[in-house]
């Protein structure tokens, strides 16, 4: 029952480097989605993906990447990193369109800090 | 444009009281809306939805919440909080953006403490 998995949990990063924040679900779901979740704030989507070799930009994309080889895998990545990107980031799928109701599963987080 | 108000960050109630987290959501179209919570540590669940059925949605754990158009709000209710309940709670809202597209809107947060 493993779900939606992401890896590392934590990270420190100084300014400028880079990172791949991992996302692998075993639910064969369609549906992939990264979002960034501020102290205080509610969560807000960086970039979906709507099936493999489909990625498209969410609210806050700017500064990340993603690729989706697979239905399992939705890797981000952070190419030049800023102390703006500190943050908790959760990766998340659903089988069908998460925002006209299909459950949304996320994962357990990862902890990201630049200094 | 959609947006989502959870009218308090922070509730504390003592074990088998009522809980009342409040939420007002603005939207122009006819909305899907979600509670999720969030332990300590953990990723977001599912508590419950509402997507044009019934409006009183019952969810997991003996929470529910009652769809009020005339209110617009989506209101979390539970007759008697356990210590299990301590979490953050995110309301949620599925609504047409200005694009045409369909997109979520989560809410702030509110942090609910359970006292033995």
């Known amino acids: 029952n493993a779900g939606v998995t992401q890896t590392p949990k934590f990270r420190i990063l100084k300014i400028g480097q880079s990172m791949t924040l991992q996302c692998t679900q075993d639910?064969?779901?369609?549906?992939m989605y990264w979002y960034r979740q501020d102290p205080g704030m509610g969560l807000k989507l960086i970039y979906y993906?709507?099936?493999?070799?489909?990625?498209d930009k969410g609210e806050v994309p700017n500064g990340y990447n993603v690729s989706r080889s697979t239905t399992e895998d939705f890797p981000l990545r952070l190419e030049l990193a800023a102390p703006s990107q500190t943050s908790v980031y959760f990766c998340?799928?659903?089988?069908?369109?998460?925002?006209?109701?299909?459950?949304?599963?996320f994962g357990e987080g990862s902890w990201l800090t630049v200094v | 444009a959609q947006s989502v108000t959870q009218l308090d960050s922070h509730v504390s109630v003592s074990e088998g009281t009522p809980v009342l987290l409040r939420c007002n959501y603005s939207?122009?179209?006819?909305?899907?809306l979600f509670w999720y919570v969030q332990h300590p540590n953990k990723g977001l669940q599912l508590l419950l939805k509402?997507?044009?059925?019934?409006?009183l949605v019952k969810g997991i754990n003996g929470f529910e919440a009652e769809f009020k158009k005339s209110e617009t709000s989506f209101h979390l209710t539970k007759p008697s909080a356990h210590m299990s309940d301590a979490a953050e709670y995110f309301c949620?809202?599925?609504?047409?953006?200005?694009?045409?597209?369909?997109?979520?809107?989560f809410g702030s947060g509110t942090r609910l403490q359970v006292q033995p």
């Open positions: 998340a799928s659903s089988l069908g369109q998460g925002d006209s109701g299909n459950t949304i599963y």
């Open positions: 639910m064969n779901h369609n549906y």
């Open positions: 993906s709507v099936g493999a070799g489909i990625t």
């Open positions: 939207s122009s179209y006819s909305p899907s």
């Open positions: 509402y997507t044009s059925a019934a409006t």
């Open positions: 949620v809202v599925s609504d047409i953006r200005d694009t045409g597209r369909r997109a979520l809107t």
